[in-house]
C-alpha cells in the first residue's frame, strides 16, 4: 500500500494560479496510474485530472485547458498545475494512487488526505 501526502492548497484570489503536489511513499511509485479528484461542501466527489505510467493524461471537461496534471517518477511526486482558478473550483482535492485506471475510476486506490483549495471571487 502507498501513503500519499497532498501539499500546495490555499487560499487564492479569482484568476490566480496554485500548484499542488502530491508526494507517494514507495518507489514503486511509476508503475501507479495517478490522479486528481475534488469534493465540495454539499456535492459528490468529482475527476478532475488522471496521468498513467508513461504520461498519458485526461483532464475533466470544467478544468480543461486550466489545469495540468504531471509526474516526476524520480521525486515519487504527482503535481496538479491549477491556473485562472474559478470560485467553483473551490474544494478539498485529493490525490489517488491505483495499479490501473478501473481501479482508480471506481475510487478503490490509495487516496490522501486531501488539500483545501479555496477560491474568492
Known amino acids: 500500500q502507498v501513503q500519499l501526502a497532498e501539499s500546495g492548497g490555499g487560499l487564492v484570489q479569482a484568476g490566480g494560479s496554485l500548484r499542488l503536489a502530491c508526494a507517494a511513499s514507495?518507489?514503486?511509485?511509476?508503475?501507479?496510474?495517478m490522479g486528481w479528484f475534488r469534493q465540495a461542501p454539499g456535492r459528490e466527489r468529482e475527476f478532475v485530472a488522471t496521468?498513467?505510467?508513461?504520461?498519458?493524461?485526461t483532464v475533466a471537461d470544467p478544468v480543461k485547458g486550466r489545469f495540468t496534471i504531471s509526474r516526476d517518477n524520480d521525486k515519487n511526486t504527482v503535481f496538479l498545475q491549477m491556473n485562472s482558478l474559478k470560485p467553483e473550483d473551490t474544494a478539498v482535492y485529493y490525490c489517488?494512487?491505483?495499479?490501473?485506471?478501473?481501479?482508480?475510476?471506481?475510487?478503490?486506490?490509495?487516496w490522501g488526505q486531501g488539500t483545501q483549495v479555496t477560491v474568492s471571487s
Open positions: 489517488v494512487a491505483a495499479a490501473s485506471i478501473d481501479i482508480l475510476n471506481a475510487g478503490s486506490g490509495n
Open positions: 514507495r518507489r514503486t511509485f511509476s508503475t501507479y496510474v
Open positions: 496521468i498513467n505510467r508513461s504520461g498519458g493524461f
